[in-house]
Nanobody, 121 residues
Framework: QVQLVESGGGLVQPGGSLRLSCAAS????????MGWYRQAPGKQRELVAV???????NYADSVKGRFTISRDNAKNAVYLQMNSLKPEDTAVYYC???????????????WGQGTQVTVSS
């Protein structure tokens, strides 16, 4: 079984910064794509940023230039540096990973439990 554990959420003023972290644990052969998604109250979950195993990245238009996704393959971890935060960034942020499990070699999709980010003065 693979688990994703997120950390780093909290309350921040508009214009501030936060860094989210997500670490995967379990019997892992390989982690393929990783990403961050968010869900605001009353809205559907949406993609924020994704990063491939080769570190190619893709961002939602709403966060381009403000957020940066990165990963540390040695630690099975993914990060989201969020700068110039806006009230509309308020949401629960979820980590996602496409994992090749050992020894089955099946690709499975895993989600973290979510971490709350609140941007408010």
């Amino acid at each position: 079984q693979v688990q994703l554990v997120e950390s780093g959420g909290g309350l921040v003023q508009p214009g501030g910064s936060l860094r989210l972290s997500c670490a995967a644990s379990g019997i892992i052969f390989r982690i393929n794509g990783m990403g961050w998604y968010r869900q605001a109250p009353g809205k559907q979950r949406e993609l924020v940023a994704v990063i491939t195993s080769g570190s190619s990245t893709n961002y939602a238009d709403s966060v381009k230039g403000r957020f940066t996704i990165s990963r540390d393959n040695a630690k099975n971890a993914v990060y989201l540096q969020m700068n110039s935060l806006k009230p509309e960034d308020t949401a629960v942020y979820y980590c996602n990973a496409d994992v090749t499990a050992w020894p089955t070699m099946n690709n499975l999709d895993y989600w973290g439990q979510g971490t709350q980010v609140t941007v408010s003065s």
